[in-house]
Antibody
């Protein structure tokens, strides 16, 4: 069974740091890119960051660029998100998700399947 | 404010058909990027539903279908069941933002 399990969430003060982890099982981890997607309480989904299969290419939403760093350790089947300079608006449930990539004649795109249950990050003083 | 626009809510009686639209701009759906759909049941993680506009993976009931006509994209659910009550999200790629974007989500209520 394909499974993604996040950990590392918690309560942190504004300006603080937190490192999230996601452990994958049930599939060949280094065959896939991975992403973090967050959901603020009662709100919709927001893509945060993505990384390709070997960590050589990373992307970030403008809202977290310069503050968050995505990385992976394929030997440990693990994905990480280092979050620095946290703000109240970063409060959310953070999901890791496997990127399923496909290419057409025009472009390569991806969708997310499956998703982990998420780890809650609360930024509050 | 989400990059992709969905109606906040839709509703229908059991057995009826509902559609959920997803509207974007010239840097995402209008640029020809595909749209994917997810279902989020209460208090659960999102679940992948439809890929590249209309492809339904095995395991997803054929009551769910996606369609695209030009820049108009929608998810249709026929034969509504109580278990379909959930939030539904569309997702695409945005070339200006260089990343994935989601719609704001549509809450489906089965009356």
């Amino acid at each position: 069974e394909v499974q993604l399990v996040e950990s590392g969430g918690g309560v942190v003060r504004p300006g603080g740091s937190l490192r999230l982890s996601c452990v994958a099982s049930g599939f060949t981890f280094d065959d896939y890119g991975m992403s973090w997607v967050r959901q603020a309480p009662g709100k919709g989904l927001e893509w945060v960051s993505g990384i390709n299969w070997n960590g050589g290419s990373t992307r970030y939403a403008d809202s977290v660029k310069g503050r968050f760093t995505i990385s992976r350790d394929n030997a440990k089947n693990s994905l990480y998100l280092q979050m620095n300079s946290l703000r109240a608006e970063d409060t959310a449930l953070y999901h890791c998700a496997r990127q399923v990539r496909y290419c057409t004649s025009a472009s390569c795109q991806n969708y997310f399947d499956p998703w982990g249950q998420g780890t809650l990050v609360t930024v509050s003083s | 404010q989400s990059v992709l626009t969905q109606p906040p809510s839709v509703s229908g009686a059991p057995g009826q058909r509902v559609t959920i639209s997803c509207t974007g701009s010239s840097s995402n759906i209008g640029a020809g990027y595909d749209v994917h759909w997810y279902q989020q049941l209460p208090r659960t993680a999102p679940k992948f539903l439809i890929s590249d506009n209309s492809n339904r993976p095995s395991g997803v009931p054929d009551r769910f279908s996606g369609s695209r006509s030009g820049t108009s994209v929608s998810l249709a659910i026929t034969g509504l069941q109580a278990e379909d009550e959930a939030d539904y999200y569309c997702q695409s790629y945005d070339s200006s933002l260089s990343g994935s974007v989601f719609g704001g989500g549509t809450k489906l209520t089965v009356l």
